[in-house]
């Protein structure tokens, strides 16, 4: 063996920079879904039982959510990074909780890809997001997506 082929290790050792430490767990699930009056820029994420976030989506076409990843928890880390096994989520959009149709969505590790039922945004949720953390849409197309949601089913 010649010394060039004893030291590139070393060399790349040292030539290469640093990684960069990733504090997002690799136990995650896929949620994804379809929401009335969700205009691109608008952002649904998920929260764990002690209010930690644990997975955000921006809207990038009108009306569809995700793939939004729900990261777990790392394992033999003190700090709170996520869901662990059976934990209830909580969903938001724009910083306003929305309840799930059909029932609490349950965390659970493996990788698995659930479609999720949220209730169409409604004008009250609409005024409170634009109130504060709106994602970007017109505040009066979704109030008339609001509104024309209520007429529908009313007639």
């Known amino acids: 063996m010649n010394r060039l082929t004893l030291l590139t290790p070393l060399l790349l050792t040292l030539w290469l920079p640093p990684a960069q430490a990733d504090t997002r767990s690799y136990m995650s699930m896929d949620l994804y879904g379809y929401l009335e009056?969700?205009?691109?820029g608008d952002q649904v994420s998920v929260e764990d039982p002690d209010g930690v976030e644990?997975?955000?989506f921006i809207v990038t076409?009108?009306?569809?959510w995700g793939l939004l990843h729900v990261y777990?928890?790392?394992p033999g880390t003190?700090?709170?990074?996520?869901?662990v096994e059976g934990d209830t989520l909580t969903f938001k959009v724009n910083g306003q909780r929305i309840?799930?149709?059909?029932g609490a969505i349950v965390w659970h590790e493996g990788g698995t890809s659930t479609q999720v039922s949220l209730p169409?945004?409604?004008?009250?949720?609409?005024?409170?997001a634009d109130s504060g953390g709106h994602g970007g849409g017109a505040p009066?197309?979704?109030l008339a997506i609001g509104l024309l949601t209520l007429a529908r089913r009313r007639g």
């Open 37 to 40: 009056g969700l205009v691109v």
């Open 54 to 56: 644990c997975g955000r």
């Open 61 to 64: 076409s009108a009306g569809r």
């Open 72 to 74: 777990g928890d790392l």
């Open 78 to 83: 003190p700090e709170d990074e996520g869901a």
């Open 99 to 102: 309840t799930p149709e059909g």
């Open 120 to 128: 169409p945004l409604l004008a009250t949720q609409v005024a409170a």
């Open 140 to 142: 009066w197309a979704l």
